[in-house]
Every structure is written in C-alpha cells, then in structure tokens.
C-alpha cells in the first residue's frame, strides 16, 4: 500500500464528530499543504502538543486501537485542563514499513476518541521510522476565560475530578501489552480509556482560579500549580478518591490518570469535584500536615 493510499484509509476512519457535516470554523481540512480554521468570534485559541514513543509511552505491542485511543484524550487532556472547548487535532505518525493496516486500526481508536470528544482530525504526516505519534490539539474558549496553573488563592479549595492511581495500578500489575479491546477490566480501563471530564469546562471557566491535569502523578503536578501561583498546598490522604485497586501512593506519584486538579472558592464547583485539600501560604505540598516531595513520573 502507498503512502496515498495509506492516508486515505486513515481519513476513512474520522467522521464529523458534530453529525452536522463540515464545521464552520473548518476552511480546509486534510488533502492540502496545511489546514485552515478560524475560531468563533470573541474567543481565543488553546494549543498543545504531545510526543508518544513505543514502550515509553505506551506498550509497543498492545493492540492500535487502545494506543490510539489513549493517545488522543491523553492529549485532549491538557485541553480540559485549561477549560478550553476541544475542536481540532492534527497528528503525524511514524511507522515502520509493513505497518500499513496497525495504522488504520490505530487511526480507528483515535478517530472513536475524537468522535467522543466532538474533535476533528484536520491534516498529519506519515513518514517511515521506528513507531512514535505526534498529535497537536487545539481548543477554544470565550476571550479571558481559559484557566491556567497561575491563579490559585489562598483558602481555595483543592478539588480533583475523579479517582485517582488507576493506571498507575494498571501499569505496575497488569500485562497491558495483552489487553484486548471490548474485553477491558475496571483497571485496564483506567490506564487505555482516560476520560478528561470537558464537562466542567463552562463552570471551570466561571468558578474555578487555577487548574492542571493529572498526568505526571498528583503531587508533581500539583507543586506545578502551586509553583505557578506562588502558594503551598496542604492535602488530606483520607479525602483522595482511589480508583478501584489502587492505593494512596498509586495516586499521589502515579501516571497517565488524565483527571484534573483544579483549585475553588466557590461552593458550586467544589460539589462538582472532590475537595482533598487547601491552598496555603507559603511553599511546597503537605500531607496530613506533614511536607512531602512533588514525586511523579520523569520524562528525563
């Protein structure tokens, strides 16, 4: 199969998320030398890229379309945590020859991802090399609103939206490499399906002052948010809600959960996440008033 050809498989498995057909921010989408977009009037646009690479970022052998799946909303991710609207993707993968129909069926777990998060594929690369994807990923939010690490006030409550140490669980007692699609326990779900809550993303807006995502394990990329803001946190171990298996430390330095930590004054949001601690003066996280080091995953 020829690279064309190869691509106009991979664009078979997208579909308009929307239903709607072509959206109308989209003014050129794959098959030209770049994409065109233009965001909603009176809005401002959230950019982010990742880098996945065979068994550092994902099992090389576990099957594409639960690589792709987790690729993409790992990616969009970072989206909800800025409380940003996902609309568009661009991605570039890098395969070995002969590996023409893995692609297509990675391309399906991404475009079922995408279909999920109402996201559309507008443009990518193929190139030959060991396996890595890249995926680019932009969102929108009304101008001033998107939220950011800088932010958090002191006596803000510390919320987290969902159970945390999941995949952190999965990674060190399973053989995920071996996990087979539509037959996923509670804990292969939790590392191969992540589900960013863009649900929140309106009242993020409204009510919350600082926010991030759960990637790299809670206490690292909590310290980057209080690091940003210039304040402590104070955390209660007991309030940490545990995915099913996990245990306090899976949740605290663990990855690859995808859930976000944001920070509140207000009552109505507070409800809407789990509230497992508060923003203090000073620097650095506590547990249970005692300090604890920001340890979590290393990319180096």
């Given amino acids: ?86 609309a568009w993707a661009l991605a570039a993968l890098c395969l070995p020859e002969g590996r023409e129909e893995w692609a297509v069926r990675l391309s399906r777990g991404m475009a079922e991802a995408a279909r999920a ?37 002191l006596g803000d409550a510390i919320c987290v939206s969902g159970p945390l140490g999941g995949a952190a669980r999965a990674l060190k007692s399973l053989d995920l490499a071996n996990s087979i699609p539509g037959q996923l326990s509670d804990l292969e779900r939790c590392y191969w399906r992540p589900q960013p809550p863009f649900e929140l993303s309106a009242e993020l807006r409204r009510h919350a002052n600082a926010g991030i995502d759960v990637s790299d394990g809670l206490l690292q990329d909590l310290n980057h948010l209080c690091m940003a803001s210039g304040v402590g946190a104070q955390l209660h171990g007991g309030a940490i809600p545990l995915a099913p298996g996990a245990n306090l430390e899976d949740a605290l330095s663990g990855s690859d959960d995808y859930a976000l930590a944001f920070t509140t004054g207000k009552g109505a949001l507070r409800r809407r996440g789990v509230v497992i601690g508060e923003i203090v003066a000073g620097k650095g996280l506590q547990l249970d008033g005692k300090p604890i080091d920001p340890e979590g995953f290393q990319h180096f």
């Fill in 117 to 153: 998060a109402r996201v559309q594929l507008v443009g990518g690369n193929l190139a030959a090399g060991p396996v890595a994807l890249t995926l680019s990923v932009h969102g929108w939010a009304p101008s001033g609103s998107l939220l950011a690490r800088k932010g958090a006030r």
């Fill in 1 to 86: 199969m020829d690279e064309f050809a190869l691509i106009k498989r991979i664009l078979a498995e997208f579909r308009d998320p929307s239903g709607d057909g072509h959206p109308a921010w989209l003014g050129l989408g794959p098959g030209d030398d770049a994409a065109v977009t233009t965001p909603p009037p009176g809005h401002e646009l959230a950019s982010s890229i990742d880098s996945f690479l065979a068994d550092v970022h994902f099992p090389g052998q576990a099957a594409p379309e639960l690589i792709g799946y987790r690729c993409m909303m790992a990616s969009l991710s970072d989206l909800a945590a800025m409380a940003a609207t996902p």
